[in-house]
Structure formats: structure tokens, C-alpha cells
């Protein structure tokens, strides 16, 4: 768990209003016509990028499954079944491939024996983040963010998932529930119809077929909220709970718990144990989870920021960069030919609640442009890295931190998150392919601390038969930047572009102005195969491109 206080910052900023001290960020060189270019070397793949790596997370936590997800069969909000029906139309055309669920912390608190079964028989439970307020001066009351009533058990999820198209990836609890509860999950969720008890149990809430639940994470954040093991206890608690689990025939995916952002330790140390047994227990492991947040803190929050803020932000989020590489490398040592993939199954930028939205609702706030480039800026990371990232979870879905969406009793929105998740969905199932990106960074002066410098243009980009998607960050937050774009190997018919952005940096959308912010068509100036293209300033741009 990063609780936004716990979280470590590099430090102060000089405050200001945004806009106010934009002249102390410039690049090191002007932006001149030819001084940024964008190479794309279409015959360098890097690797697929797996569909799920745009997956999502829902967990019981403030306002995300009650009234996020589950507004219940007999509310006035339109449902399907209990299920936000906005959310299920909004959240399908982004074609996500996954969802995460029940945790988060919540999972390791959680028994699933508590959600099957007749509905009005099951049992209210005290929620792992009941005693949590994202500020000492908001009033909670005691209802379901609280009291959990499992209403929104298994069957409820798979629904939600069969509803929007994603596969379940179910969260286990290790900290609170012996081996034997993983177990019997698996069974409820696989084993044939009428097989066992377990299968007539899951037909009775509804579901006489099984669910086929592929992806299955063996706790959560053991080094804290998922039992505060150290990583020799954790391997050996994952290899226990992974040991002769029944199959019925699908081929299970476990997703060991990794470390909290740069925690190299916990990586190289779980690894050490897992294999101290034989190699062999390698092949257990499909995934290795990251968790990394970056955030705000004190009185600035998603929309009260300065243009410090801002480039504090983004540089921050760029940590994901080194973050995977370096676990990468640390794996490598037990892991060889990486037959274990990465899994950054919570990932985000975590400020303060938002007091518009209901006191029970954890981190419940709009989310700005600034959070759409930290949305972009990861994705094109992932991407880059298609071929050690087999799936990422944005934290979280709905109604709280990195949300794509925002429901509050019948209203519901989008979040500049989502559009960013829009426009890139266009890179699921692409091949990734190499790109040389140079433009003059930006130099960010930070006080005592000195300078800091950021990369003036980012991205990446991916090829499906002949369309190419090539997606573009500019994180200056007043200069445009012009740029040479040039395909390698191919020459361009046809060109297009859709561009988020914003004069202003703090823009965002609210139940009162859903679309202050959305992204709009551009046009692109491309002639005998090359491009030109000006980058607007505080933008994510996607091109279409279609190769001869
Ligand atoms: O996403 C919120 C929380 O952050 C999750 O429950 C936990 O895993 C992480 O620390």
C-alpha cells in the first residue's frame, strides 16, 4: 500500500500558479523546425504488445465497486443486472483486455466465500480500508465503502467482465486464508458444471458453466498490507499455494507479488528462494508484479498544481522506465531466457481527494491533463517494452486514483485517462517497433536541488499489416514543437492525427462540463512519404498512418 503520505517525493519545488513561471522552463536548444525528429524503424520489432497490458483494477476500496460498478438490480441508475450500465458502454469501446479484482490490499482481507451464495444471505464484513479518510475533516458514514455487504461477489464480477469483454484476473488472499481457500476458488470458478460441490455452489448464484479464470495473483504487496513478509517467507508462501492446484483444463496464470517500485531486494531475493528448489518452479510463474504510484501531497492535489508541479509529475511517472529494465536485470540473474514476464498491476498518480465527490468515496478526484500525460507517457513505456510487459492494471477504474471514470449517484463521466486509454487502444495487439525520438530536452530548474532535465518528445510506436500507430507526448508546458517524422523501410499514403490537449494544464472534466477536455482530429502535413507535424504543447497526439 502507498498511502500518499508514505510516499517519497524528491523533494520541494518552488510553488507558483500554472502558466506563471513557464519561462523558466525552456529547452536546452530552440525549438526550431529541424531540431526535433522522430525515426521509426518498422523492421525492428521489439515484441506484440499484449492486449492486457491496457487492463484495468477494481477493488473494493471507497467508491469503486459500491457505487462505481455496482449500483444494484433495483436502483433508479440504468443497470444491467446491478452493473452501471454507463460504465459498461463507456468502458468496453477502450476494449480492455483484463480486469484486476477484488485487491489491492483489500484482496489479502477478503473471503470469497462471503460473495457466493444467495444474495440476501451473505454476510457484511468490515472493509480493509474502513478506517481510511483521505482527510481528517471528511465525515463517513457507515455504508457499503465501510461495511462491506458482498453483494459484488465472484458471479458479479465475471458478469461485469463478460459484460465490457475483459478476462477476470482474481487477486488470492495469502495473508488471511490457508491454501486450501485458493484452492477451492479455483474449483468454484473452474471446475465443470455439476462436477463437485464447488461447481453447484457457482450454480447457484447463476452460473452453472464454468468461468475459465485464467490469471490468478497470489496475493498483494506481501511486503506490507499482504502480510508483511519478507521475500525468502513470500517465495516460499507462493510455492505452497501454487503446488498441485487443479487445472480442469485451463492453463492457470499465476502472478507472483513483486516489489514496491525500486525495491531490487525483494526482487532478486524472492527469485534466489523460488529457484532454490530447482529451476523447474519458474515455469509456476507467469507474472512478476510491479506496483508503482507517483502523486501529490499537502495542499496541492489533482487540480491545484503550478507548472513545477506539472514537470515534478511527469518526471516522476518516467521513473516506470528504469523501473522496468531494472527488475528486468535483477530477474535475469535467476531467469535467464525470461520465461517470467512482468505483470504492473497498479500503476498511477495518486493525489488528494477531490471534496466535490462523497465522503466515502477514497481518492475520488477528476483527474487533469497533466494525469492524461502521465496515462500516455506509461503507456508508450509499456509499449516500448512489449516484450518484457505482459499486462498493466491502471489503479484504479472508477472513483479513485488513476480513474478512467467518475460515478456519483446518476452522474457519470470521463476522465482525461480514459481518452488517453481511447486513443492508444489502437497499439493492443500491434507490434511494437522501434523508434528514435530527439528533441531538445527541457531543463528544469528545481531550486537547490539544481536542474533536472526531462526529454522534450517521447513515444512510441506499432505496425498491424500496413497501419501504422504512432502515439507522441509533449510534456512542454507552453512551447509547440515541430518535428521531422521518418519511416524507415516504408513510405506513407496517408496520414492523420488525433491530439489531446489543453491551454490550460489544470483541464479537466466535471459532472457540470463532462467534455472540457477531449481529444480532437488534426491534420498532418505529409508529402513524398515524410511527415512534418508540430506537437502541441502539453499534448498526446496519435497518428494514423497508412504505409505503401
Ligand atoms: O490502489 C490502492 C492500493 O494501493 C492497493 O490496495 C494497494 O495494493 C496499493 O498500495
Same mark, same amino acid.
Given at each position: 500500500?502507498?498511502?500518499?503520505?508514505?510516499?517519497?517525493?524528491l523533494?520541494?519545488?518552488?510553488?507558483?500558479?500554472?502558466?506563471?513561471?513557464?519561462?523558466?522552463?525552456?529547452?536546452?536548444?530552440?525549438?526550431?523546425?529541424?531540431?526535433?525528429?522522430?525515426?521509426?524503424?518498422?523492421?525492428?520489432?521489439?515484441g506484440?504488445?499484449?492486449?492486457?497490458?491496457?487492463?484495468?483494477?477494481v477493488?473494493?476500496?471507497?467508491?469503486?465497486?459500491y457505487?462505481g460498478?455496482?449500483?444494484?438490480?433495483?436502483?433508479?441508475?440504468?443497470?444491467?443486472?446491478?452493473?452501471?450500465?454507463?460504465?459498461?458502454?463507456?468502458?468496453?469501446?477502450?476494449?480492455?483486455?483484463?480486469?484486476?479484482?477484488?485487491?489491492?490490499?483489500?484482496?489479502?482481507?477478503?473471503?470469497?466465500?462471503?460473495?457466493?451464495?444467495?444474495?440476501?444471505?451473505?454476510?457484511?464484513?468490515?472493509?480493509?480500508?474502513?478506517?481510511?479518510?483521505?482527510?481528517?475533516?471528511?465525515?463517513?458514514?457507515?455504508?457499503?465503502?465501510?461495511?462491506?455487504?458482498?453483494?459484488?461477489?465472484?458471479n458479479?464480477?465475471?458478469?461485469?467482465?463478460?459484460?465490457?469483454?475483459?478476462?477476470?484476473?482474481?487477486?488470492?488472499?495469502?495473508?488471511?486464508?490457508?491454501?486450501?481457500?485458493?484452492?477451492?476458488?479455483?474449483?468454484?470458478?473452474?471446475?465443470?458444471?455439476?462436477?463437485?460441490?464447488?461447481?453447484?455452489?457457482?450454480?447457484?448464484?447463476?452460473?452453472?458453466?464454468?468461468?475459465?479464470?485464467?490469471?490468478?495473483?497470489?496475493?498483494?504487496?506481501?511486503?506490507?498490507?499482504?502480510?508483511n513478509?519478507t521475500?525468502?517467507?513470500?517465495?516460499?508462501?507462493?510455492?505452497?499455494?501454487?503446488?498441485?492446484?487443479?487445472?480442469?483444463?485451463?492453463?492457470?496464470?499465476?502472478?507472483?507479488?513483486?516489489?514496491?517500485?525500486?525495491?531490487?531486494?525483494?526482487?532478486?531475493?524472492?527469485?534466489?528462494?523460488?529457484?532454490?528448489?530447482?529451476?523447474?518452479?519458474?515455469?509456476?510463474?507467469?507474472?512478476?508484479?510491479?506496483?508503482?504510484?507517483?502523486?501529490?501531497?499537502?495542499?496541492?492535489?489533482?487540480?491545484q498544481?503550478?507548472?513545477d508541479?506539472?514537470?515534478?509529475?511527469?518526471?516522476?511517472?518516467?521513473?516506470?522506465?528504469?523501473?522496468?529494465?531494472?527488475?528486468?536485470?535483477?530477474m535475469?540473474?535467476?531467469?535467464?531466457?525470461?520465461?517470467?514476464?512482468?505483470?504492473?498491476?497498479?500503476?498511477?498518480?495518486?493525489?488528494?481527494?477531490?471534496?466535490?465527490?462523497?465522503?466515502?468515496?477514497?481518492?475520488?478526484?477528476?483527474?487533469?491533463?497533466?494525469d492524461?500525460?502521465?496515462?500516455?507517457?506509461?503507456?508508450?513505456?509499456?509499449?516500448?517494452?512489449?516484450?518484457?510487459?505482459?499486462?498493466?492494471?491502471?489503479?484504479?477504474?472508477?472513483?479513485?486514483?488513476?480513474?478512467?471514470?467518475?460515478?456519483?449517484?446518476?452522474?457519470?463521466?470521463?476522465?482525461?485517462?480514459?481518452?488517453?486509454?481511447?486513443?492508444?487502444?489502437?497499439?493492443?495487439?500491434?507490434?511494437?517497433?522501434?523508434?528514435v525520438?530527439?528533441?531538445?530536452?527541457?531543463?528544469?530548474?528545481?531550486?537547490?536541488?539544481?536542474?533536472?532535465?526531462?526529454?522534450?518528445?517521447?513515444?512510441?510506436?506499432?505496425?498491424?499489416?500496413?497501419? /501504422? %500507430?504512432? +502515439?507522441?507526448?509533449?510534456? !512542454?508546458?507552453?512551447?509547440?514543437? &515541430?518535428? *521531422?517524422? =521518418?519511416? @524507415?523501410? #516504408? $513510405?506513407v499514403?496517408?496520414?492523420?492525427?488525433?491530439? /489531446? %490537449?489543453? +491551454?490550460?494544464?489544470?483541464? !479537466?472534466?466535471?459532472?457540470?462540463? &463532462?467534455? *472540457?477536455? =477531449?481529444? @480532437?482530429? #488534426? $491534420?498532418?502535413?505529409?508529402?513524398?512519404?515524410?511527415?512534418?507535424?508540430?506537437?502541441?504543447?502539453?499534448?498526446?497526439?496519435?497518428?494514423?498512418?497508412?504505409?505503401?
Open positions: 500500500m502507498k498511502d500518499p503520505t508514505r510516499r517519497a517525493f523533494g520541494s519545488v518552488a510553488t507558483g500558479v500554472a502558466g506563471s513561471v513557464a519561462a523558466r522552463y525552456v529547452p536546452s536548444l530552440h525549438a526550431q523546425a529541424d531540431a526535433a525528429r522522430i525515426e521509426i524503424l518498422i523492421d525492428e520489432p521489439i506484440t504488445i499484449a492486449p492486457e497490458i491496457y487492463g484495468h483494477f477493488e473494493h476500496l471507497g467508491g469503486v465497486v457505487d460498478v455496482w449500483v444494484g438490480e433495483g436502483s433508479r441508475i440504468p443497470n444491467i443486472g446491478g452493473v452501471r450500465k454507463a460504465l459498461v458502454d463507456r468502458f468496453k469501446t477502450i476494449k480492455p483486455a483484463v480486469v484486476r479484482w477484488p485487491g489491492g490490499c483489500f484482496a489479502d482481507s477478503y473471503d470469497w466465500h462471503d460473495g457466493v451464495g444467495a444474495p440476501d444471505k451473505r454476510p457484511r464484513r468490515t472493509d480493509f480500508w474502513a478506517d481510511t479518510r483521505p482527510s481528517e475533516n471528511r465525515a463517513a458514514s457507515d455504508g457499503p465503502q465501510r461495511f462491506d455487504p458482498n453483494r459484488f461477489g465472484t458479479e464480477f465475471i458478469r461485469f467482465c463478460r459484460l465490457t469483454g475483459a478476462a477476470p484476473y482474481i487477486a488470492a488472499n495469502v495473508r488471511s486464508l490457508p491454501a486450501k481457500d485458493f484452492f477451492q476458488w479455483v474449483e468454484y470458478c473452474n471446475a465443470p458444471a455439476g462436477a463437485t460441490t464447488m461447481s453447484e455452489l457457482r450454480a447457484e448464484g447463476g452460473d452453472t458453466e464454468p468461468f475459465n479464470v485464467r490469471y490468478w495473483g497470489v496475493g498483494n504487496e506481501p511486503w506490507g498490507c499482504g502480510g513478509f521475500p525468502e517467507e513470500y517465495a516460499t508462501e507462493f510455492r505452497r499455494y501454487t503446488a498441485w492446484v487443479p487445472k480442469y483444463g485451463v492453463p492457470l496464470r499465476y502472478i507472483a507479488a513483486g516489489p514496491n517500485g525500486g525495491d531490487r531486494d525483494w526482487t532478486t531475493k524472492f527469485f534466489r528462494t523460488l529457484v532454490a528448489r530447482g529451476a523447474g518452479a519458474l515455469n509456476d510463474v507467469f507474472g512478476w508484479a510491479l506496483h508503482y504510484y507517483t502523486g501529490t501531497t499537502g495542499d496541492r492535489n489533482a487540480i498544481f503550478s507548472t508541479d506539472w514537470y515534478e509529475l511527469l518526471s516522476r511517472a518516467d521513473r516506470m522506465e528504469s523501473l522496468v529494465t531494472d527488475h528486468w536485470t535483477a535475469a540473474e535467476f531467469d535467464p531466457t525470461h520465461k517470467v514476464k512482468l505483470v504492473v498491476d497498479e500503476w498511477g498518480a495518486w493525489h488528494g481527494a477531490s471534496p466535490d465527490m462523497p465522503p466515502n468515496y477514497l481518492w475520488a478526484y477528476p483527474g487533469s491533463l497533466r492524461a500525460l502521465v496515462s500516455a507517457l506509461t503507456l508508450d513505456t509499456f509499449n516500448r517494452h512489449a516484450d518484457k510487459i505482459a499486462m498493466a492494471n491502471v489503479a484504479q477504474l472508477v472513483n479513485t486514483i488513476h480513474s478512467l471514470f467518475l460515478a456519483k449517484e446518476d452522474q457519470f463521466i470521463v476522465t482525461p485517462n480514459f481518452h488517453v486509454f481511447a486513443m492508444y487502444a489502437a497499439h493492443q495487439g500491434g507490434q511494437s517497433v522501434r523508434t525520438f530527439s528533441a531538445p530536452p527541457i531543463s528544469i530548474a528545481r531550486g537547490r536541488q539544481g536542474m533536472m532535465s526531462l526529454w522534450g518528445l517521447a513515444g512510441s510506436a506499432s505496425l498491424r499489416n500496413r497501419e /501504422l %500507430t504512432v +502515439t507522441v507526448v509533449n510534456p !512542454h508546458a507552453t512551447d509547440a514543437r &515541430p518535428c *521531422a517524422i =521518418a519511416i @524507415r523501410g #516504408a $513510405a499514403r496517408s496520414a492523420r492525427a488525433a491530439v /489531446l %490537449t489543453s +491551454t490550460d494544464l489544470r483541464a !479537466h472534466n466535471s459532472f457540470e462540463h &463532462p467534455d *472540457a477536455l =477531449a481529444p @480532437r482530429d #488534426a $491534420a498532418v502535413a505529409a508529402a513524398s512519404g515524410s511527415i512534418r507535424h508540430t506537437f502541441p504543447a502539453a499534448s498526446v497526439t496519435r497518428l494514423d498512418l497508412t504505409l505503401g
